[in-house]
């Protein structure tokens, strides 16, 4: 309850097999807490194999917004 997932899972495995890792950004909003949860590819119903909690909170959609200068060119 309260819980939101945002951003597009993205999928990591490795070359010529079908294993591998899906990655999904999650949102608590009670909590307001942020994490990304790690999924076995063949087996996301079971749920996450792991999750990695965030210091601070993302907004779910922070791989569009973005202001000023964040990531300057050098």
């Known amino acids: ?24 950004q999650e949102f ?3 909590a307001r807490k942020s994490a990304f949860l790690i999924f076995e590819a063949a087996k996301v119903a079971q ?8 210091e601070h909170q993302l907004h779910l959609g922070f791989h569009a917004a973005g202001g000023g200068n964040i990531y300057p060119v050098t």
Not at 3 to 22: H, K, S
């Open 1 to 24: 309850p309260m819980c939101y997932l945002g951003g597009e899972p993205v999928f990591i495995g490795a070359r010529g097999t079908d294993e591998g890792a899906i990655i999904c």
């Open 28 to 30: 608590d909003a009670l």
């Open 47 to 54: 749920g996450p194999i792991a999750r990695i909690q965030l």
